[in-house]
């Protein structure tokens, strides 16, 4: 497979521009009435979750995609309190998918291959890379993380959701 250097990406962008749809500033869509109400998806960083393409997501929809490695909760935490303050976010939707990377790797392994590159930073002992065991347990631990959470207020927290994403089928299913 080629390698695709950085000017096949900008060459690609060039390609892309004339069918590029406007969009709208964030006055204008407020200009526009309907109500600004986001869902925020929580997933992976992973090439394989293509998530505009499964959700068949477009700009009306004002879905928000936070993506971190494994698609954890805590590590989304910043940006949910941050949406919380300047937007009005309507629902939570957490996405772990199969064959993820964080199922691979274990934290203390990153931890201890890291220590190893930085001995004189002993507060990577207390860092979090996201690593998961079990699929459906890692959303369901997430899930109760935003349950938990002081920061989520109690009506978002009954509008949190969690699903596996299958990367063969590309098919959601429910995690309860
Ligand atoms: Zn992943």
Redesign the pocket.
């Known amino acids: 497979m080629p390698t695709l250097s950085l000017e096949d990406l900008v060459q690609r962008n060039i390609d892309y521009a004339p069918s590029h749809t406007p969009m709208p500033t964030l006055e204008e869509a407020a200009a526009a009435g309907g109500d600004m109400e986001c869902t925020l998806v929580i997933t ?1 960083v ?1 090439f394989r ?1 293509r998530v505009e393409e499964m959700l068949q997501l477009n700009a009306q929809d004002k879905v928000l995609v936070c993506r971190n ?3 954890r909760v805590a590590a989304a935490m910043e940006q949910i309190m941050l949406f919380k303050v300047f937007l009005s976010l309507k629902r939570i939707v957490v996405i772990h ?1 199969s064959d ?3 199922s691979h790797f274990k934290d203390h392994l990153i931890r201890e291959a890291l220590l190893n590159q930085h001995p004189d930073h002993p507060e990577i002992e207390n860092m979090v890379f996201g690593s998961f065991d079990n699929l459906e347990q890692g959303v369901r631990d997430d899930l109760e993380v935003l349950k938990n959470s002081p920061f989520v207020p109690e009506e978002l927290k009954e509008q949190c959701f969690g699903y596996t994403y299958d990367i063969k089928t590309g098919l959601l299913s429910p995690v309860h």
């Open positions: 992976c992973d979750v490695p494994g698609g998918h993820c990377g964080a």
